[in-house]
């Protein structure tokens, strides 16, 4: 399709000079002409969105160039349309004065066909530049508005950036004044009648105009408006623009639906109650029970409405324990509730355990209040709801605690009843448990002791006993013994019985079983060896041969192994390694061992003479097609030549794996052979993370505290804590360097947990000695989340602090969040229920950040520095920042922009209402001594 060509409008009084212009610019663009000033502006008023740029005469009659700009400047015509002025004067004076006014560039007269084809096409190239900037952010708030325009308070005059209106109100687009097109609204009747009155007094220009003066930097309201027939809630909000002068009044308009808003999130809500044993609507804000619909009658409200803190109390007395009766009605109170809403949390949710009469089956119940701000009352609402979770929490709970192992058979036993169920661990159903009936001394009698050799079935009957296993439960936590089983097949194995408490309150203890009879060395997926294998026989290998330098060993890495399993599905997935296996195993290289290492890791120890380098390249290249889909297969392969020294098996592996990390281009060369100079980098770094424990034994790691301040006040609101090491023989160690190293060596969750351990320390020492509480937020790696002491020990801790007015907060990266969010941001979740403040860390590096916003609710936003440190020279970056400020706040969160160095950035945050600033401007991060000194302690 050929491409549109852009339009010009030449503005002279000599028709002559339009001629030449027209000759020159003809080939390239579609030209308008206007004689004078008044038909220019006639001609933009009807044409403006068309018009690519505008060649002004500066002198003409009736009305000049430099009256035309102050029209343009007044009706935001120059925000699309660029300028040249054209004047036979080039004095100073009168270029300096057309620049004020808003031109782009200029040319003399008499004309340069060179110069004025140049710098036409310059001008308008960077004006689309600027535009493509303008279009990006409103692409990103066009989710959240319906209506944009940019509104000049002082002209009354506005510009539309963003036009949602359907066609019935493209009218209202036709008004040349702002207010007009406002009053329009309610003139004829889109507004409702009940809310006209305070519209229109918002509407009052010299209103808007007086409070914008007056130093405000926003203003909003809430009313309903018609739309196709039927009268809907709207929020308009209008916020000074960059441009925003005393005697320039310019300010940005956003319209957006909040009608919708609350009717989804109430459709959302209660889409998750469908499975429940009930639901209580509840006014949290009038502290009412308004209605029910509940399977139990105990959960119904009473009365028509019951007070919501009668109520709670009620039916807290149900669960098992004091503790969670206690904790339920301290939950779930109307003030914990509305101070959990201001805090910006608005599910509130608590597991407990409950049981009927003695001969019910104890099961867990999870109860939950989601609340929502009704946009028509403002009262905040919630549904309360009841759900039991005694399958899915038995589902998740069994799995994590048998994860490291693979066990073969487990087992729930209820001591206060004697029963027991046992499963293999690959058909246990969580459901039997609900409804086992098995004795659990007839199944150890006359089924597990006709398993067992004759002269072990005393044996097996003392350690199965009941009370023994809950004695050793209540002295050690975990119980085991080992006893040989016979098979089906008539072999003995040695087989271990581990039990562990589920519900150490009611006596249900969880029990597995594992062979432990030998760690054969086989991949269970390939039916080839395991790491363990390909060690046992690559030693014996080197053993019986003459010259171990004969050999080589082969790292072979499949690229992108994940968009494999997400393509074709893991099934499928599991076919291409048991592939790959079978290719390298029937390949040239004729290899002495194969082996599946890791999930999507190969090795091979292959004869160096039969090493071809072609036919490996075509080996490590190949297409898998599956139901009409296609995926190129790539694999990445690392080369060991086996030297005449002593090494371990593992230590080979490791060096062809080094070589693989080496690789440039594996498209172009898919290998790479181990070289000596590639080992400086490794140990570096393995000997980095082989120092750590060493490092934090001697406290050679060094808490700093970075302050974070109140935009507005430039008081101290909180700090980051951040980690610096000091080597006793490197000196200051940089944290781009250890990070890392530690990351890599998964050694990343120690130095966490010692800052974490550091910084509640410190707050606590704060509090002792009546200092002003300043929160200190942690940062945490993804892999923290899978350290269960950790955040045991973390969740512990919040807890704890919260109790002495100390509140916590953890700061989390989006690529960390992204990582573990699949099956870990339940302890964010519990983190916050108990008080703790979530942080999103180097939010805006990426437009996947805003998806991140719709996974989970954090409390604060740190606004990258990357953006923060192109305020002053790139536009594209003040309008996302201001963007991502104004959506921030319209989603109740709070905002820190991180790396501001000066001035202008502060300034620029400041005023475009960031509610706190980190950086160097205020200050470096500091030892805990000068930190007191900034807090002027010391």
Not at 303 to 323: F, H
Not at 558 to 567: G, I, S
Request: negative net charge.
């Amino acid at each position: 399709m050929e491409e549109q060509r852009k339009k010009i409008l030449i503005v002279d009084d000599s028709e002559m000079n339009r001629e030449i212009l027209v000759s020159m610019l003809e080939g390239e663009y579609d030209l308008i002409q206007a004689e004078d000033g008044q038909q220019a502006v006639y001609i933009m008023s009807e044409h403006h969105m068309e018009l690519s740029l505008l060649l002004l005469d500066m002198n003409m009659p009736v009305m000049n160039g430099y009256e035309v700009l102050q029209v343009m400047k007044e009706r935001l015509w120059l925000d699309r349309i660029p300028v040249i002025s054209i004047s036979a004067d080039s004095s100073d004076d009168n270029i300096g004065r057309a620049y004020k006014l808003g031109v782009s560039d200029y040319f003399s007269r008499p004309f340069d066909a060179a110069v004025v084809l140049r710098r036409v096409q310059n001008t308008i190239a960077l004006h689309d530049k600027s535009m493509g900037n303008i279009q990006d952010t409103l692409g990103m708030l066009s989710a959240f508005y319906y209506v944009i325009l940019k509104v000049n308070l002082t002209t009354d005059s506005y510009l539309i950036l963003k036009d949602g209106l359907d066609d019935q109100e493209k009218y209202f687009d036709s008004f040349t004044s702002f207010s007009g097109r406002l009053r329009g609204f309610a003139d004829v009747d889109c507004i409702y009648e009940d809310d006209k009155k305070e519209y229109l007094e918002f509407c009052n220009i010299k209103r808007l105009r007086k409070a914008f003066a007056g130093g405000n930097r926003k203003e909003m309201i809430r009313y309903r408006r018609k739309v196709k027939d039927e009268f809907k809630w709207v929020s308009l909000t209008m916020i000074c623009s960059e441009e925003y002068e005393d005697d320039n009044q310019i300010v940005m308009l956003y319209v957006r639906d909040i009608n919708d808003d609350y009717l989804k999130q109430l459709d959302e809500v209660m889409r998750k109650t469908t499975d429940s044993l009930g639901t209580v609507t509840v006014n949290v804000s009038k502290g009412k029970c308004i209605s029910c619909a509940v399977k139990t009658k105990s959960i119904g409200i009473r009365g028509e409405k019951e007070n919501l803190d009668d109520y709670v109390r009620r039916i807290s007395m149900y669960a098992i324990g004091c503790e969670d009766r206690a904790k339920a009605n301290q939950l779930f109170v109307q003030e914990n509730l509305l101070k959990e809403f201001a805090g910006g949390r608005t599910i509130v949710s608590f597991e407990t355990v409950a049981q009927g009469d003695k001969d019910e089956k104890i099961r867990m119940f999870r109860i939950t209040i989601e609340m929502i701000r009704n946009s028509m009352t403002d009262d905040i609402e919630g549904v309360l709801y009841f759900q039991d979770i005694t399958e899915s929490y038995l589902a998740e709970k069994i799995p994590q605690l048998l994860y490291q192992k693979n066990f073969e058979k487990v087992a729930l036993i209820d001591a206060r009843r004697n029963l027991i169920n046992m499963e293999s661990t690959e058909d246990f159903n969580a459901y039997r448990y609900l409804h086992m009936k098995i004795d659990y001394n007839t199944y150890c009698r006359e089924i597990l002791g006709t398993m067992v050799p004759e002269q072990e079935k005393e044996h097996l009957k003392k350690n199965t006993d009941i009370e023994t296993i809950c004695s050793e439960l209540n002295q050690n936590g975990r119980y085991s013994f080992t006893v040989h089983q016979i098979s089906e097949d008539g072999e003995i194995r040695l087989k271990e019985f581990n039990f562990m408490y589920m519900f150490k309150e009611l006596g249900i203890i969880l029990a597995v079983t594992e062979d432990i009879t030998e760690l054969s060395g086989k991949d269970v997926l390939t039916g080839g060896y395991n790491r363990q294998g390909f060690i046992h026989n690559s030693e014996n290998i080197f053993r019986h041969c003459d010259d171990r330098t004969d050999y080589a060993v082969l790292y072979f890495n499949v690229r992108n192994f994940k968009a494999v399993n997400e393509l074709f599905g893991v099934d499928i997935g599991d076919n291409v390694l048991r592939t790959i296996y079978k290719n390298l195993r029937s390949s040239s290289l004729k290899p002495c061992v194969v082996a599946r290492v890791e999930a999507d890791q190969f090795t091979c120890l292959v004869e160096k003479k039969k090493l071809d380098f072609d036919a490996l390249s075509g080996l490590c290249e190949w297409n898998f097609t599956k139901n009409g889909k296609t995926m190129h297969i790539f694999c990445g392969c690392g080369i060991f030549f086996v030297e005449n020294k002593e090494m371990s098996i593992n230590g080979m592996i490791d060096r062809a794996k080094l070589a693989k990390k080496y690789i440039t281009d594996e498209y172009v060369k898919p290998y790479n052979i181990y070289d000596v100079s590639m080992k400086s980098y490794y140990i570096d770094r393995a000997e980095l993370a082989g120092e750590l424990r060493n490092g934090l034994a001697q406290e050679q790691f060094k808490v700093y505290y970075q302050p974070v301040v109140d935009a507005k006040t430039g008081e101290i609101r909180s700090a980051e804590a951040l980690i610096r090491w000091m080597h006793p023989k490197r000196g200051f160690v940089s944290p781009a360097i250890f990070i890392p190293a530690l990351e890599e060596s998964g050694h990343i969750s120690e130095l966490d947990f010692y800052v974490a351990k550091k910084v509640f320390e410190f707050m606590r020492k704060r509090c002792e000695d009546g200092k002003k509480n300043i929160p200190i937020s942690i940062n945490l790696s993804w892999m923290d989340f899978y350290d269960e002491k950790m955040m045991k020990w973390i969740e512990e801790n919040v807890e704890s602090s919260q109790k002495l007015g100390i509140k916590s907060r953890f700061e989390i990266t989006e690529t960390s969040f992204e990582a573990m969010k699949q099956n870990r941001n339940n302890i964010l979740e519990s983190l916050q229920k108990k008080g703790a403040v979530t942080l999103l860390d180097d939010f805006g590096s990426g437009y996947s950040s805003y998806g991140v916003l719709q996974d989970y609710n954090f409390d604060i936003l740190k606004i990258d520095m990357s953006l923060v440190r192109q305020i002053e020279t790139n536009p594209k970056s003040r309008s996302i920042l201001k963007s991502i400020i104004a959506m921030a706040h319209e989603l109740g969160m709070q905002l820190v922009a991180e790396g501001a160095e000066t001035e202008e950035q502060v300034a620029f945050l400041r005023e475009n209402d960031c509610d706190c600033i980190q950086g160097y401007y205020y200050s470096k991060p500091l030892p805990e001594d000068e930190f007191l000194e900034y807090l002027g302690e010391n």
